[in-house]
């Protein structure tokens, strides 16, 4: 597929019987650059819905996950969230093992942070790493 003529990039596609690694930038360099980031309509739980736009998700009936198009196999990346509403996020990393419908970090595949108490959760397990970090740094600037 090529991209419109207004320059904006063509929609990811998963064509029948394509892997997911066929679109992921970490194991096919020809893709960097070429797609834009977005949250990836097959590769989510059923309970998550997704924008139009596929820069939003949503879920009402508890923690659980969605994939990105692009994915990352070693280096420092980041992402930036905006949380618009009120309720409790969840928000973190995951490797393709994590199974989409828990909460990221309950398992070995990935960790995640909570909002409600600034938790590193990973294997269920949580570590109070926000509020450790956020007091080293308070206790610096004293």
């Not at 960790?111 to 610096?140: E, I, N, P, Q, T």
Request: net charge positive; proline share 5%.
């Amino acid at each position: 597929m090529q991209p419109p003529s207004d320059g904006t990039p063509a929609p990811l596609l998963l064509a029948a019987g394509a892997k997911a690694s066929d679109f992921d930038v970490a194991q096919n360099p020809s893709l960097h650059g070429t797609q834009p980031v977005l949250l990836f309509r097959v590769f989510k739980s059923e309970r998550i819905v997704l924008s139009a736009d596929r820069l939003t998700a949503a879920s009402s009936m508890g923690y659980r996950m969605v994939r990105a198009t692009h994915g990352v196999a070693s280096g420092a990346w980041y992402f930036e969230v905006k949380v618009m509403h009120l309720g409790h996020t969840c928000l973190g990393w995951a490797t393709n093992m994590a199974d989409i419908d828990m909460p990221v970090g309950c398992g070995a595949y990935g960790f995640g942070y909570r909002d409600s108490d600034g938790a590193k959760v990973h294997m269920s397990w949580r570590d109070k790493y926000v509020m450790k970090r956020c007091a080293r740094v308070l206790h610096l600037s004293d």
